[in-house]
Structures are given as C-alpha cells and as structure tokens.
C-alpha cells in the first residue's frame, strides 16, 4: 500500500510564483526524501530531510517535515518553466530495510 | 556519472508472452529494485535485490519474478503477460545503509509496456 500522499495531485502556477506541494505518510521514519520525474523518464532525488531535522534548503528548494504530524511540504521558490515536472515523496522507514515507499505524486506545470 | 539503463524504452507483446526486462547499473550498487508506475498509484515496489541471487517480494510480486545473477544486473521477467501488466516499469539501485548514510535511489529512464 501507498505510504505516501501527496496534495495537490496537480497544480498550476505563473512562472515566478512559489509552488507548494504536501505529503503525509502513515509509519514512523528515518527520513524523507523528495524525487522530481520529467515526463517519460527516470525519477531524480532532489532532497532528503531526516526525521530529527525540521527544516533542510537547497537551492530554491525548501522542506519541512513535521513528525508529530507525519507530514512533510516541499516549496519551490522563484519557479521556472523548467521545474514542470512530476514530484514525489518517499519514505524511508525506521526498520532499516532499505526500502523507500513512494507516494502518489502532485504534476506541477509552470506557465509561462 | 553515475547509470542505470533498461534495454527497452517502449516494449509491446503480446498477451501470453514471456517479457524479461534488463536494468544495469554502473554505480557497483548492492541494492536493485523493480517499480511500476500507474497514474493515480504512484510508484509500488515489485520486487528487490540486496545482493546477487538474493531476491524479495515488494508490495506488488504477483505475476512477475525477477533474476540477479550478476551484482550490476536485475532482470523483471513477466512469465506470461498480460493486459493488466501495461504500465511503466522503473529499475533503480542504490548503496546499503552505513551509520550516517541514507538510501538514496538512482532510478533508469523506464521502460514503457504495452500487453496487447
């Protein structure tokens, strides 16, 4: 079963806007990581949080994982036309098997 | 630059066929992984590898099985497709655990299935 939920499924912002997107999960954590996915290709990490950690930047990128809430949020500032792209988050949990569970993703498109 | 190639970007067979699906990694990775991507379902884990000939179920494992006979080879074998089976397929590797690390995924470009 899915872990991970992402909100919006889909979401649609002026180039130059900030773009927000959620997820929550189910089971504890060791961290939680974000992968954007081109159309019709491969996923690419982007960012991890890890589960004692609040806030983690990268770039443009900003996340934030609250644990009592099990959730996380994924914020893209400034945003191009290049970051159209679909986003997911996953999970690793905290029983060390090394699996991430993925969630169901938001598509973002930026509009020019 | 780290890879991960699956031999197939689009694929189409037949109902009944037996499909194998090919992912290498150059990354001298311990750990592969078969995902299936639907819309609306996100990624569900089919079947992964923690080392060679060690296999185990995912999430998803019914109707496929999968071979490891080399550390940078993961092989998805369909044994007989069918239509239900349509999707994108994601191979992915990564390195294990050690104190400190964490377990990012290198992913391939997907192959895309088509069953007829």
């Known amino acids: 079963s899915q872990q991970g939920e992402e909100d919006p499924q889909a979401l649609s912002i002026q180039e130059g806007e900030n773009a927000t997107m959620n997820c929550s999960y189910k089971?504890?954590?060791?961290?939680l990581q974000w992968y954007r996915q081109n159309s019709g290709r491969g996923l690419v990490h982007l960012i991890l949080?890890?589960?004692?950690?609040r806030e983690k930047h990268s770039g443009r990128l900003r996340v934030t994982l609250d644990t009592s809430k099990k959730s996380s949020s994924l914020l893209i500032t400034a945003s191009r036309a290049a970051d159209t792209a679909s986003y997911f988050c996953?999970?690793?949990?905290?029983?060390?098997?090394?699996?991430?569970?993925f969630g169901t993703g938001t598509r973002l498109t930026i509009i020019p | 630059d780290v890879k991960v190639t699956q031999s197939s970007r689009y694929l189409v067979k037949r109902t009944g066929e037996k499909v194998f699906l090919e992912c290498v990694q150059d990354?001298?990775?311990?750990?592969m992984f078969w995902y299936r991507q639907d819309p609306g379902l996100g990624l569900r884990l089919i079947y992964f590898?923690?080392?060679?000939?060690?296999?185990e179920k995912g999430d998803i494992p019914e109707g496929y099985s999968v071979s490891r006979e080399k550390k940078e080879r993961f092989s998805l074998i369909l044994e007989s497709a069918s239509t239900n089976q349509t999707s994108m397929y994601l191979c992915?590797?990564?390195?294990?655990?050690?104190?400190?690390?964490?377990?990012?995924?290198?992913f391939g470009p997907g192959t895309r299935l088509t069953v007829l």
């Open positions: 996953a999970t690793e949990s905290n029983f060390g098997n090394e699996k991430l569970t």
């Open positions: 992915a590797s990564s390195s294990p655990l050690v104190a400190g690390s964490y377990n990012e995924q290198f």
């Open positions: 089971t504890s954590i060791n961290n």
């Open positions: 990354m001298d990775h311990e750990n």
């Open positions: 949080i890890r589960s004692n950690e």
């Open positions: 590898s923690y080392d060679v000939k060690m296999k």
